[in-house]
């Protein structure tokens, strides 16, 4: 087993967290993960040792574990790659917007902040702040558009949606959370609890614009990879929600994302 191997285990990396704070005794580490026996986290402790991650030394009768945090190095390296080959990719959409080759405010921007990414999309739709609310926030509007939606419309009430596309597994499309801000017609906030992405919060915010609304959108708490293959996605669905806003058929989702799709970092 090497050192990526050693820590793809969580319990693992709960058990270098720990070691990162300070050094700590054997009895004390199986005490911080009660859902494991005492032989499991000697098992734990064994790996991270052979790889060379932790070391052990005797005091009496215990056993005090220590990080080696310079085998760490290798993992920082790793990742530093994929860090740059992102920071390039945005790099390169940031030049294509400066130079006109994106000029349709209705693409959305990505902001990295380490290894995870903020989605934001700046919506201008001409539709009053209560019908776009509406659309947003009445699970048969919203079902119209995203797919199957359930809200409780108020904070600490619950959002559960169910995207009508793309085609995968429904277990893998269903998100759930609970609902941060509600102030209607002006901002809707919840949290994004989906099995197949990291836990994160979204957001939306109305302001009159004219006589119509400025929608902005914001997905944080993504990593970096999921939040690129999210972007397109969420550029077809708020092309859908704009169509059913204008009651005319709403384009494919499928389709909406393989035309958007190259105008934004590849994320495979």
Known sequence: MDVFEAVAEPHRRAL???????????????????????????RHLRILREVGLVEVRPDGQRRIYTLRADRLVEIEDWLDRYRRYWR????????????????????????IDGD????????????????????????????????????????GGTIEMVAADPPAAVGAKRMTGRILVWDPPHVLEHEWRQRIVEDGVVRYELVEDGAGTLLTLTHRGLSVRNATGFIP????????????????????????????APAYPSWS
């Not at 700590?24 to 986290?41: D, K, N, Y």
């Not at 996605?233 to 035309?259: I, K, M, N, Q």
Request: no cysteine.
């Open 233 to 260: 996605g969420t550029h077809a669905f708020l092309d859908r929600l704009d169509a059913h806003l204008s009651a005319v058929p709403l384009p494919s989702w499928e389709e909406r994302y393989a035309e958007t």
């Open 16 to 42: 270098l967290d720990l070691l990162a704070e300070r050094e700590r005794a054997a009895g004390e580490l199986v005490a911080s993960l009660p859902t494991l026996t005492q032989p499991a986290v000697s």
């Open 116 to 155: 995870h990414a903020t989605i934001t999309f700046r919506r201008h739709l001409p539709h009053p702040v209560e019908t776009v609310w509406a659309a947003l926030t009445d699970s048969a509007e919203r079902g119209a558009w995203f797919g199957e939606t359930a809200i409780d419309g108020r904070a």
């Open 88 to 111: 390039d990719h945005l790099d390169a959409l940031e030049r294509r917007r400066r130079e006109g080759q994106m000029t349709d405010d209705r693409y959305g921007e990505l902001e």
